[in-house]
């Protein structure tokens, strides 16, 4: 099946530092990409649509500004959380999606990446 | 519309047993439905998955069937193995007009008892 890695796996900041997290699909082209956002017990929250070469989509109350998604090429994409504050310490997800001959189209996920703000 | 989970429900079965996972969705209009299972720390791993126009799927283990007259889904896994204990959830994915966006459940965590 498709594989698609994150990195870092988790990563410890500072309040007010910025944090890049990257997405790659390893073994297909991902015209789109997805970001989402998983607190503990709780399900997976989309948090923006990445589509290669243009502007992300974000979802209803999540602020672009701090939540940067760059789209640059068919396998990667990137989130920074820009200005990160302790409430932004999260497990952050990304998929790819690869569209499947019969149209429909399935996500491929990534491991995770954990984000601890102190 | 959108899941958001302020607990998991939890389901405990002794091992050998078989599991059945509950799932409603929101959206009449979704037309694909996935499972997926999330061990702690990992992102979501794809199960199975079953079109609208299906009521019933099985893959190894696995069978998924989908009511959409009540807006449900279910996802029964026979003969429970320890390695099955993970959270579990549900995924609804439109096909056209905004679709391609998957809305999760609120997902069941699964204890498999020795």
């Known amino acids: 099946g498709a594989v698609v890695s994150q990195h870092p796996s988790w990563v410890i900041c500072k309040s007010g530092t910025s944090v890049k997290i990257e997405c790659r699909s390893l073994?297909?082209?991902?015209?789109?990409m997805f970001w989402y956002r998983q607190f503990p017990k709780q399900s997976l929250m989309l948090m923006a649509t990445s589509n290669e070469g243009s502007k992300a989509t974000y979802e209803q109350g999540v602020e672009k500004d701090k939540f940067l998604i760059n789209h640059a090429s068919l396998t990667l994409s990137t989130l920074t959380v820009t200005s990160a504050h302790p409430e932004d310490s999260s497990f952050y997800i990304c998929?790819?999606?690869?569209?499947?001959?019969?149209?429909?189209?399935?996500?491929?996920f990534g491991p995770g990446t954990r984000l601890t703000v102190l | 519309g959108e899941s958001v989970g302020l607990h998991l429900p939890t389901l405990s079965v002794q091992e050998g047993d078989n599991s059945i996972i509950n799932c409603a969705y929101s959206n009449s209009a979704s037309d694909y439905f996935i499972w997926y299972k999330q061990e702690s720390g990992k992102g979501p791993q794809f199960i199975i998955d079953i079109r609208s126009n299906m009521d019933k799927r099985q893959g190894q283990r696995v069978t998924v069937l989908l009511n959409k007259t009540v807006k449900h889904l279910s996802l029964q896994i026979a003969a429970t193995q320890p390695g099955d204990s993970a959270v579990y959830f549900c995924?609804?994915?439109?096909?056209?007009?905004?679709?391609?966006?998957?809305?999760f459940g609120t997902g069941t965590q699964l204890k498999v008892e020795l």
């Open positions: 995924a609804e994915n439109g096909l056209t007009g905004g679709g391609n966006k998957l809305t």
């Open positions: 073994d297909f082209q991902a015209t789109t």
């Open positions: 998929s790819a999606r690869d569209i499947l001959p019969s149209g429909y189209n399935e996500q491929f």
